[in-house]
């Protein structure tokens, strides 16, 4: 995955100056499947309040390989599926958000959820959820900080984790954190994976990405979502946070979006 990037903290009122969301949903989900968990993401963005914001963190039910919204797919993931590849074992969705595709299993993936105009606009929003990632993966003791320099790849460019975009969470030039964003009406949605496992060769990566187990031996997804989930807590302090289930405008914008969009494979193999 890979995204735009942007920077500044701070508040937007009516005067165009940036403000940040007041209060923080927690969402800690068990596997799902691709379909559901991309179901679940938009349905937030969708329903989302004004003035909140939602952070979810979950995993899989099963190996599965995301491709970007506008990722060309047909030629290089179908048929190589279909001819018994690497590949031929694994699920496929679509992402709402844009990039490249990545392996989903040894990881936790976490989404965050923010108004539109959060502090300034999604360039800001990328930096600010980036700030939070970099902030609660050093609890882990790993030394990591946002790329400053590469670019923005193609959507044809190959695997996400092949090299960082500007903006992500890397250490020593691999990257840890692998993010997209999209605009979904009058919400931001960016999400991404966190890998605990270097997996991407399946898909063909030159293998940039920085697993943490190469960087923290004993570390597991509940040390990583704890982190995370601290990370944002200390990033975004002046916010209230809650936690809860999914509100049931959500579980039936999710069985929508699922049903109609994620499980279509008119949807997941459009190009």
Not at 86 to 96: E, K, L, M
Not at 205 to 216: C, I
Not at 229 to 239: I, K, N, Q, T, W
Not at 254 to 270: H, L, V
Request: hydrophobic share 40%.
């Amino acid at each position: 995955m890979s995204a735009a990037l942007g920077t500044g903290r701070g508040r937007r009122v009516s005067d165009g100056r940036a403000v940040a969301p007041r209060c923080w949903h927690l969402r800690l989900d068990g596997p799902a499947s691709g379909a559901r968990n991309m179901a679940l993401d938009h349905a937030l963005a969708e329903t989302l309040e004004p003035d909140h914001a939602v952070l979810r963190l979950y995993e899989w039910s099963e190996a599965t390989v995301s491709l970007g919204r506008n990722e060309p797919a047909r030629a290089r993931w179908r048929r190589g599926r279909a001819s018994g590849d690497a590949c031929s074992g694994f699920a496929f969705v679509r992402r709402p958000t844009g990039g490249r595709a990545v392996l989903h299993r040894e990881e936790l993936t976490y989404a965050a959820v923010l108004p539109s105009r959060a502090f300034g606009g999604p360039r800001a929003a990328y930096v600010a959820v980036s700030e939070a990632l970099v902030e609660g993966l050093r609890l882990l003791g790993v030394d990591v900080r946002l790329a400053e320099g590469g670019s923005v790849s193609r959507p044809d460019a190959g695997p996400c984790f092949d090299e960082p975009a500007p903006g992500e969470v890397v250490m020593g030039g691999g990257k840890v954190v692998g993010s997209a964003q999209a605009r979904l009406g009058g919400a931001l949605l960016q999400h991404g994976a966190i890998l605990i496992e270097e997996d991407q060769a399946a898909l063909g990566s030159s293998s940039a990405a920085r697993p943490l187990r190469s960087l923290v031996e004993t570390a597991r997804v509940s040390d990583v979502r704890e982190a995370v989930v601290e990370g944002f807590r200390r990033r975004f302090a002046e916010a209230t946070w809650c936690s809860g289930e999914h509100h049931e405008t959500v579980t039936a914008a999710a069985d929508r979006w699922e049903t109609e969009r994620y499980r279509d494979d008119g949807w997941t193999w459009r190009k």
